[in-house]
């Protein structure tokens, strides 16, 4: 799953957090799902500043904040460090707590992972498949850690995430793999698999990215299927914060009636920062908005079913069972604290096999904003706490960089040249060259 056509269902964050992740799958490329590490990364940046030159020289000079009055692009530096920052948390947003290292088998709490498909391990043949005549071979999902030890190399789809699985990695599905970071038997009953398993999206059943057809992805909310824009049979509605598909309208189609009595309209915006200070503010008080939706015990659908079942366009199937027009639906942040909770409403959530629909933490818009808290919390605990002075020189640092840069791009540019790995390395020689070099000069 990757390029910046594919768009989670929380438009609120697409600029900030989709376009990170995008160069981080489309790494997949060359088949290797090479994420980029979340806390390491982080730790990574700091650590650089805890030894770099700049920064020993700043301890060394000590840590009076004096005054100066050199003119320092203070934009540039925030912007910078921002821009790292941001990267590190998009990352985390979408990874979470899986790590590169443990395979999340035997993580209960996990309700949410990024999920990862081998079209290169062979596997066993499903018996208990309806199309088990064909030779219909198993579907699995394997976790992050997994993707990265036990497939390295091989050819992987990115299912980006997906809620309550357990990792196939290794287990009977698979013909000869060995789990390297945890050992399995038998099945996972309770996953569920689609066609994303096989590489396959939407109701068109096209791969993803695809030669002869490009378009905007959207995850559908409740089966986790990516679905072309127009593919989909209604437009989205600006600052948008969850989708469902309209096969799952149809299947869940008590929603309809929320729909129609305006229980889930919301305020079309496209600001980013109004819709991200929204989801900033809806998090932050999540605990206390879900006890107060707590039911009492009249049936709120049922209220909206009498009201408005004489103005729905019913229509009967040839079992006779009732069915009205559905399409896909655009749902605002709190659409799940919005639907009925009373115990007969629970029960008709249980038997279509989504119960995580009366949970909002389950929606991947607050999933990923709970792990880039997470992140950027962290973040602001390692920060080092600057002074002026060693503002001034992180600053002058960037702006030396973005010089050099400038300069080896435009020889490139001028040499005609593609730019290769050894051009990179040199360039890296010279700017750690020039940047010692100032240093002394400084300290001496
Ligand atoms: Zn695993
Ligand atoms: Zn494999
Ligand atoms: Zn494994
Ligand atoms: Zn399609
Ligand atoms: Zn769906
Ligand atoms: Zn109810």
Redesign the pocket.
């Known amino acids: 799953m990757n390029s910046e056509n594919i768009q989670q269902e929380n438009c609120t964050d697409e600029e900030s957090s989709m376009k990170p992740s995008t160069s981080k799958l489309n790494d997949n490329d060359d088949a290797e799902p090479k994420a980029t590490k979340t806390d390491a990364e982080i730790d990574d940046c700091n650590d650089q500043t805890e030894s770099s030159p700049v920064k020993r020289k700043c301890n060394e000079i000590g840590q009076d904040d004096e005054e100066s009055d050199t003119e320092v692009d203070f934009e540039t530096l925030c912007c910078s460090w921002k821009e790292q920052i941001e990267q590190a948390e998009t990352v985390s947003g979408m990874f979470g707590s899986s790590d590169e290292n443990n395979c999340t088998y035997l993580d209960d709490d996990l309700t949410r992972q990024p999920l990862y498909s081998c079209n290169t391990c062979e596997m066993n043949i499903d018996a208990t498949s309806s199309d088990s005549k064909d030779g219909q071979k198993y579907l699995a999902g394997i976790c992050y850690a997994c993707a990265e030890n036990c497939h390295k190399g091989h050819d992987l789809f990115e299912l980006y995430t997906k809620r309550n699985f357990r990792c196939d990695c290794g287990n009977a599905k698979f013909a000869n793999l060995k789990c390297k970071l945890f050992e399995k038997i038998g099945h996972n009953e309770s996953n569920k698999y689609n066609h994303n398993f096989k590489g396959l999206?939407?109701?068109?059943e096209?791969p993803y990215p695809c030669d002869t057809?490009d378009?905007t992805m959207l995850q559908c909310g409740i089966c986790e299927d990516w679905?072309?824009q127009?593919?989909l049979d209604a437009e989205p509605i600006k600052g948008y914060s969850d989708m469902i598909c309209m096969s799952c309208v149809r299947r869940l189609n008590f929603l309809v009636f929320y729909q129609i009595d305006g229980r889930f309209n919301f305020n079309e915006c496209d600001d980013k920062e109004t819709l991200d200070k929204e989801l900033e503010q809806f998090c932050d008080n999540l605990t206390d908005r879900i006890s107060k939706s707590s039911s009492n015990d009249e049936c709120l659908l049922d209220v909206l079913k009498s009201k408005h079942e004489s103005s729905l366009a019913v229509k009967y199937d040839e079992n006779g069972a009732a069915s009205y027009e559905c399409h896909a639906m655009y749902l605002p942040l709190d659409w799940r604290l919005r639907i009925c909770r009373c115990s007969k409403c629970l029960k008709l959530y249980e038997d279509n096999g989504v119960e995580f629909i009366t949970n909002p933490s389950d929606m991947f818009a607050i999933y990923f904003y709970q792990n880039q808290k997470k992140v950027s919390e962290k973040v602001e605990k390692q920060m080092p706490k600057w002074n002026r002075i060693q503002e001034i020189e992180l600053a002058e640092g960037i702006e030396h960089f973005k010089r050099e840069l400038g300069k080896f791009l435009k020889h490139c540019q001028e040499n005609c040249k593609t730019i290769s790995a050894e051009d990179v390395a040199e360039f890296k020689r010279n700017l750690y060259a020039n940047k010692r070099q100032r240093v002394q000069y400084f300290c001496g």
């Open positions: 999206y939407c109701i068109c096209l057809f378009d679905f072309h127009s593919h």
